[in-house]
């Protein structure tokens, strides 16, 4: 079983910056590939970024890449998302995700995803 906490959302004025962070428990967290996912008021999950166990592979939604940056560190069990440049239309709320170990590939897919964190709320305002 893998937990996951996020934290770091919060209110940012459209163009400010956000770091979320996702603290994992267990053993195991090198071996697990993560994922950011996000979803707005009556809207779909959508996929934001994932990183491989390693962190050397990353991947990233059409809507966030070049602003938003996935990275991890994996002596502390934790996962980032940096977050630049923010928009009104990135406003939602932010959740972490693990694969099992035995999966090695990223995905965009949430059901691909094993374990859920919370979510945290980030709201950028225009």
């Known amino acids: 079983q893998v937990q996951l906490v996020e934290s770091g959302g919060g209110l940012v004025q459209a163009g400010g910056s956000l770091r979320l962070s996702c603290a994992a428990s267990?053993?195991?967290?090198?071996?697990?590939?993560m994922g950011w996912f996000r979803q707005a008021p009556g809207k779909e999950r959508e996929f934001v970024a994932a990183?491989?166990?390693?962190?050397?592979?990353?991947d990233y939604g059409d809507s966030v890449r070049g602003r938003f940056a996935i990275s991890r560190d994996n002596t502390k069990n934790t996962v980032y998302l940096q977050m630049n440049s923010l928009k009104p239309e990135d406003t939602a709320v932010y959740y972490c995700?693990?694969?099992?170990?035995?999966?090695?590939?990223?995905?965009?897919?949430?059901?691909?995803?094993?374990?859920w964190g919370q979510g945290t709320q980030v709201t950028v305002s225009s």
């Open positions: 990183i491989s166990r390693s962190g050397v592979s990353t």
């Open positions: 995700a693990a694969r099992r170990s035995v999966w090695t590939t990223l995905s965009r897919v949430p059901g691909n995803y094993d374990y």
């Open positions: 267990g053993r195991s967290f090198s071996n697990n590939v």
